[in-house]
């Protein structure tokens, strides 16, 4: 079974703490009691099934009679949480920022990849449907980056924009394929959905841009779990519901970079893809 780095990382650190426990003769419900805890915490934090706190390793180290590993274990767990970030820590400083900093990542790369199963690509939306997809849930909600006003909407709207200014440099190159399913899920209102088929018909056009589409009846040598960035070969940015994975391991991005390709070549491009967004214009849920 394929094991992400973080979690290899995370069963890394649990180890690390099993063998301080052992080292100071103690057993899991002996430090469980010093450190105030229900025993369940100590076999999930040594089977890397918990991320522990800064306060925990604290603790941990004090019991074991191991202060001067805190450093170590904190650096351990700082390499953690680089890898995975929660999104209330990360839209802690509002969408807008959010977008910059893909920006900055997207300036700095030459090849970059996508694939969704879901929604248009960020830079490949437009205005109106960049608008719903900020304000997917309940308004206000912070933990998934939710904004709360208009304003912050606006400016995060205006800060995507900005950032397909970078489809259009000469040096830089994009891969894009998606789900038809990602032409057809009604996650706007039907006229802002055939505005945005439109201009993916129009992108499609463009040098620097391929984009693909993997029909309803095309065969899939791998299934579209979740979508992914690959920035050349240096990251892997993957969103999930609650959290970004943030991959750099080389292994780990070549998988990704396999991925990539099988679902790649699942893909109809060009004319025939253009074809497949103007059946699903013709559809009566968009028209």
Known sequence: MWVSSFQRAREALGYRLREMRLDAHLNGRELAKAAKWAPSKVSKLEAGRQTPSDSD???????????????????????????????????????????????????????TRNFEPCFVPGLLQTAEYARYRFTEGDAGDTERGVPKDEAEVDEAIAARMERQQVLHRGDKKFHFVMTEAVLRYLVCPPDVMTAQLGHLISMTTLPAIRIGIIPFDAPLPVGPIHGFYLYDKELVLVELFTAVLNVTQADEIGAYERVFGHLAEAAVYGADARKVLTQVLDAPHIS
């Open 57 to 111: 390793l604290k603790n941990w180290a004090r019991i074991c009679g191991q202060p001067a590993a805190v450093p170590e274990l904190v650096a351990s767990l700082r390499s953690l949480e680089q890898q995975y970030v929660e999104f209330r820590r990360m839209f802690r400083t509002g969408l807008p920022s959010r977008q910059r900093s893909i920006g900055e990542i997207e300036a700095k790369t030459e090849l």
